[in-house]
Nanobody, 124 residues
C-alpha cells in the first residue's frame, strides 16, 4: 500500500505561481508513474500532468507552457510547478501513483493510489 500526501496549495493572486508537492510512502516510488489531477466544484476530476518512471512527461492542454511536473526519487516526491495562474485553475489538486510506471497515463482509472488533495485558489 502506498500513501500519498499533497501539500503546497493555498490562495494566490492571478498571475502568481505555486509549487505543489506530493510525498509517497514506500520503497518503490521510483518505479511508479505519477500524475496530478484536479477537480473544481461541480466538475469532474481532470488530468493535469503525468511523469513516467523514466521521467517522460505529458500535460493536459491547459497545462502546457504553464505547469511543469518533476520528480525526485531520492525524496519520494513529485512536484507540480504552476506559473501564470488563472482563476479557472482553482480546484483541489490530487496526486496519484500508477504501478505500471508507463508514460502517458492520462485517465483516472490508470492509477492505483490517490492522495487526499490540496486546495488551490486563484483570486481574480
Amino acid at each position: 500500500q502506498v500513501q500519498l500526501v499533497e501539500s503546497g496549495g493555498r490562495l494566490v493572486q492571478t498571475g502568481g505561481s505555486l509549487r505543489l508537492s506530493c510525498v509517497a510512502s514506500g520503497r518503490t516510488f521510483r518505479s511508479y508513474a505519477m500524475g496530478w489531477f484536479r477537480q473544481a466544484p461541480g466538475k469532474e476530476r481532470e488530468f493535469v500532468a503525468t511523469i513516467s518512471s523514466n521521467s517522460y512527461t505529458y500535460y493536459g492542454d491547459f497545462a502546457k507552457g504553464r505547469f511543469t511536473i518533476s520528480r525526485d526519487n531520492a525524496k519520494n516526491t513529485v512536484y507540480l510547478q504552476m506559473n501564470s495562474l488563472k482563476p479557472e485553475d482553482t480546484a483541489v489538486y490530487y496526486c496519484a501513483a500508477d504501478r505500471s510506471g508507463m508514460m502517458g497515463r492520462v485517465r483516472l482509472g490508470m492509477y492505483d493510489y490517490w492522495g487526499q488533495g490540496t486546495q488551490v485558489t486563484v483570486s481574480s
